[in-house]
C-alpha cells in the first residue's frame, strides 16, 4: 500500500465533512464529485447555488452525488455566523453590519462552518492568494491551545523506481513562515512530528537541517540550528531528534555513520525541519521537479481545527488528495 492509499483508507474510514471554498471553480467541483465517489469525505461547496449546481450537472454528477451546497447570500446559517464573526472581531471595530456582509466571503464562510462544528475542515486557495486563506483559518478557527504558531508542511511522496527509498517524507517549513528565530524553528519541528504521526500513523525521525554537521561548520546560521534542536529536546524529551545536519547526513545511513556516528535518527529521518523558508521551499520543488517526488501540500498547522491551503497552480488532483489530508487531519 502506498502512503497516500493509506490516507485516503483512512479518510474513508473517518467519514468527516469538509468544506472546499472555492465551490464554483471546476477543479474544485472535479475533485469533489470524485472525493464522494470514492468516499473519502462528504462534500459542501460553497458559492453561487445555481452556478455550482449547472457545473456538477455539466461534469455529470449523479444526483449531486451527495454533496451539500452552501450559499453565503442565503444560508440557514447566516445569523449564527453574523454573531460568531462580530464576538471574534469586534475588539478590532468590527460591527454587526460589517460582520453580516463579511461573512459571505466564501473562505470566511467556510471557516466559521469549521468553527461552530457544521464541519471538520475546510480547504482554499484554487483561486485564492495563501494570505487571506491563512488569515481567515487564523482569525476565524484559532490556533490549538498548545500552539504558539502556525506553519505549514510538505508530504513529499516517495515511490518511483528510482527513488533509493520508498515512503514519505515531511518537509517544512517550505510555505509559510519565511525566517524562524530559534524559538520557531523549534515549534515548527515538534508541530511537524506530530503531524507525520497523525498522517502516516508512524514514529517521526526529525532531522534539524544546516548546511553543517556536527560542528563542520561555524557562524550564526549554524548556532541557530544547534539552539532550535536543544530547544526541541527540552520541549518533546521523547521525540527521536538530531542535528545540526547535512540533508545527506540525515538520508543516508552510509554518510550518517560517517559525518554523525551516533545519531539519534541514523540516517532515516523523515520529517526534515530547513532552517529558513529560502531552503525548504527550494527543496521541496528541487525534489518535485528533479527528483519526481510528488509534493502534497502545502498542509497547514497549529490551528485549533484543518484549514488548508492550494497553489493557485493546483489540479483538481491536488485537490482531491488534499481533501482527503485534511479529513485525516481532523481524524485523531
Not at 472546499?20 to 467541483?29: A, H, K, M, T, Y
Not at 467556510?110 to 468553527?115: D, E, G, N, Y
Not at 504521526?197 to 537541517?209: D, H, I, P, Q, W
Request: with cysteine.
Amino acid at each position: 500500500m502506498t502512503p497516500l492509499q493509506q490516507i485516503m483508507d483512512n479518510a474513508v474510514r473517518l467519514n468527516r465533512k469538509i468544506v472546499l471554498s472555492e465551490g464554483e471553480d471546476p477543479r474544485v467541483i472535479e475533485a469533489a464529485i470524485r472525493a464522494r465517489q470514492q468516499q473519502i469525505a462528504r462534500i459542501v461547496l460553497v458559492g453561487d447555488s445555481d452556478r455550482i449546481v449547472s457545473a456538477l450537472t455539466q461534469a455529470g454528477a449523479d444526483d449531486l452525488d451527495g454533496i451539500e451546497i452552501q450559499d453565503p447570500a442565503n444560508s440557514a446559517h447566516l445569523a449564527e455566523m453574523t454573531n460568531t464573526y462580530y464576538t471574534l472581531r469586534q475588539h478590532k471595530g468590527v460591527t454587526p453590519e460589517i460582520a453580516a456582509q463579511t461573512v459571505q466571503n466564501p473562505h470566511v464562510f467556510a471557516a466559521l462552518m469549521v468553527r461552530l462544528g457544521h464541519a471538520d475542515g475546510t480547504l482554499g486557495g484554487a483561486v485564492t492568494a495563501t494570505a487571506e486563506i491563512v488569515r481567515t483559518a487564523i482569525q476565524v478557527i484559532g490556533t490549538a491551545p498548545d500552539a504558539k504558531m502556525v506553519s505549514s508542511f510538505f508530504l513529499m511522496l516517495l515511490n518511483q523506481d528510482h527513488h533509493p527509498k520508498q515512503g514519505v517524507l515531511v518537509f517544512s517549513d517550505a510555505g509559510l513562515v519565511i525566517e524562524p528565530n530559534a524559538s520557531e524553528m523549534a515549534q515548527i519541528a515538534a508541530a511537524s512530528a506530530v503531524s507525520f504521526s497523525k498522517l502516516m500513523g508512524e514514529t517521526a525521525k526529525v532531522a534539524m537541517l544546516s548546511f553543517s554537521t556536527k560542528g563542520s561548520a561555524g557562524g550564526e546560521k549554524v548556532s541557530k540550528v544547534v539552539e532550535a534542536t536543544a530547544l526541541l529536546r527540552d520541549m518533546a524529551p521523547d521525540l527521536i531528534v538530531d542535528g545540526e545536519l547535512q540533508f545527506d547526513a540525515a538520508f543516508v545511513p552510509e554518510v550518517a555513520a560517517a559525518k554523525a556516528p551516533g545519531s539519534a535518527v541514523e540516517g532515516e529521518a523523515n520529517v526534515f525541519i530547513f532552517p529558513n523558508l529560502d531552503a525548504g521551499n527550494i527543496a521541496y520543488k528541487v525534489a518535485q521537479r528533479i527528483g519526481r517526488a510528488r509534493a502534497v501540500g502545502p498542509v497547514l498547522q497549529g490551528l485549533a481545527q484543518p484549514a488548508n491551503d492550494l497553489s493557485r497552480g493546483c489540479t483538481a488532483d491536488d485537490i482531491f488528495d488534499m481533501t482527503a489530508v485534511t479529513a485525516v487531519q481532523s481524524g485523531r
